[in-house]
C-alpha cells in the first residue's frame, strides 16, 4: 500500500518561504510522475507543481519563478520550496502519485495516490 505524507506546512508571513516534504512509502515511486495540489476554502483543488522520472517540472502560471519542485528518489522524498509567498497561495497542500505515466498532466483524476494534506497559511 503506498502512502504520501506531507510535512512542512505552517504560518508565514506574506513574502516569506517555506519548504513542502511528501514522504512516500509503501513501494518505490522514483519512476512515477509526482505532483503538488493545493485546495483553499470554497474552492476546486488545483495543480501546483509536478515533476516526472528525469526531473522534468511543470507548474502553474501562478506559481511559476516562486515554487521549485524537487525529488530525492534514494530518500523516497519530494519537495516544494515555496518563495515569495502570497496570501492568495493559502490552501491545503497535497502531495499526489501517478505511477501509470510518465508525462506530468494537471488533471487530478491522473493520481491515483494522495497524502492527507498539510495546511499553508499565508497572512498578509
Known amino acids: 500500500q503506498v502512502q504520501l505524507v506531507e510535512s512542512g506546512g505552517g504560518l508565514v508571513q506574506s513574502g516569506g518561504s517555506l519548504r513542502l516534504s511528501c514522504a512516500t512509502s509503501?513501494?518505490?515511486?522514483?519512476?512515477?510522475?509526482m505532483a503538488w495540489f493545493r485546495q483553499a476554502s470554497g474552492k476546486e483543488r488545483e495543480f501546483v507543481a509536478g515533476i516526472n522520472w528525469s526531473g522534468s517540472t511543470y507548474y502553474a502560471d501562478s506559481v511559476k519563478g516562486r515554487f521549485t519542485i524537487s525529488r530525492d528518489n534514494a530518500n523516497n522524498t519530494v519537495y516544494l520550496q515555496m518563495n515569495s509567498l502570497k496570501p492568495e497561495d493559502t490552501a491545503v497542500y497535497y502531495c499526489?502519485?501517478?505511477?501509470?505515466?510518465?508525462?506530468?498532466?494537471?488533471?487530478?483524476?491522473?493520481?491515483?495516490?494522495w497524502g492527507q494534506g498539510t495546511q499553508v497559511t499565508v497572512s498578509s
Open positions: 509503501g513501494r518505490t515511486l522514483s519512476s512515477a510522475v
Open positions: 499526489a502519485a501517478d505511477t501509470q505515466r510518465s508525462i506530468i498532466y494537471v488533471g487530478r483524476g491522473f493520481y491515483e495516490y
